[in-house]
């Protein structure tokens, strides 16, 4: 405690607030950069291998890193770009990577071990399995139209849904985001309509028909398997322009402008006596 309070003495509370004005009066690109980095640009990003089997539309970029293979992609029709083991591939796995530690790191707001997710209706949060999870039926998500409020799913082994499973989101918005951390691998089956971004740390299998209507498939050690999908990481109306749900939380962590303003007052006043104190023989304004 004394080193705090030695080091907090030779702070000058003042210099602190006019720091905090020049913040507020800076224009915020809080939201501008999503946790997914560089893979935002991607639709499907595998590790060791893509694989594709039958007609699979995906809209974004399609890469592997560190492998280099990616099968079936005559089959495949692409609105973006092909990385396949180049460095677009290999920063767009460090970047998921880095939000896949970001998201399983958050503290949860409830632990769902042992429920099915289909049929529930959940609120922004952040839920957790201690291991597997699975979807049958319809998972409702409401952002309840909080512009920056975001759903993580920590899912410590498998995800797998049943055929025709689905999710539901509502009432988003432009910095809204969705992610499904899974600890190991996820299997949509067939025919599911899915939503978010999918971040698994081996492997991810979509089987015949299923979709990810917004979001992103991506494996960070394992290979991606296609069969007759379709996946979305930019679907306009459907997914409140959020870009495939990648935003959500580089938005929250700065305070509102609100909050800088009382911690300005409150470090002011802290400081107060220690400023009238050098008042006297301070001649320019520390700002």
């Known amino acids: 405690m004394y080193t705090i309070q030695k080091a907090w003495s030779r702070v000058k509370v003042p210099s602190v607030a006019c720091a905090i004005v020049v913040m507020l009066a800076a224009p915020s690109h809080a939201g501008a950069q999503s946790p997914l980095g560089s893979a935002k640009a991607f639709g499907v990003l595998g590790a060791s291998t893509v694989t594709n089997t039958g007609p699979t539309t995906i809209r974004g970029n399609l890469g592997s890193s560190p492998g280099n293979a990616i099968t079936g992609r ?70 309840r139209g909080n512009p920056n409020s975001l759903f993580v799913f920590q899912i410590g082994s498998t995800l797998t849904t049943a055929s025709l499973a689905s999710v539901l989101v509502l009432n988003g918005g432009a910095n809204n985001g969705l992610y499904w951390v899974v600890g190991s ?50 679907c306009g109306e459907a997914d409140f322009g959020s870009g495939g749900f990648s935003g959500g939380f580089a938005t929250q962590v700065v305070p509102e402008p609100a909050s800088f303003l009382l911690l300005a007052a409150g470090l002011s006043g802290l400081g107060a006596m220690r400023w009238r104190r050098r008042v006297a023989t301070t001649k320019s304004a520390d700002c």
Do not use: K, W
């Open 74 to 143: 005559g089959l495949i029709t692409l609105d973006g770009t092909v990385h396949a083991g180049d460095a677009v591939a290999s920063r767009a796995q460090t970047d998921a990577n880095g939000a896949f530690t970001l998201f399983s790191a958050l503290p949860r707001t409830r632990d769902l071990s042992g429920f099915d997710l289909g049929g529930l209706s959940l609120t922004p949060g952040v839920y957790s399995f201690s291991s597997s999870a699975q979807l049958t039926g319809t998972l409702t998500l409401d952002f």
């Open 185 to 234: 691998s996820a299997t949509l089956g067939t025919g599911t309509s899915f939503m978010g971004n999918l971040l698994a740390r081996e492997s991810i299998t979509m089987t015949t028909g299923a979709g990810i209507v917004c979001g992103r498939a991506i494996a960070l050690t394992g290979a991606v398997t296609l069969d007759r999908n379709r996946i979305s990481n930019n």
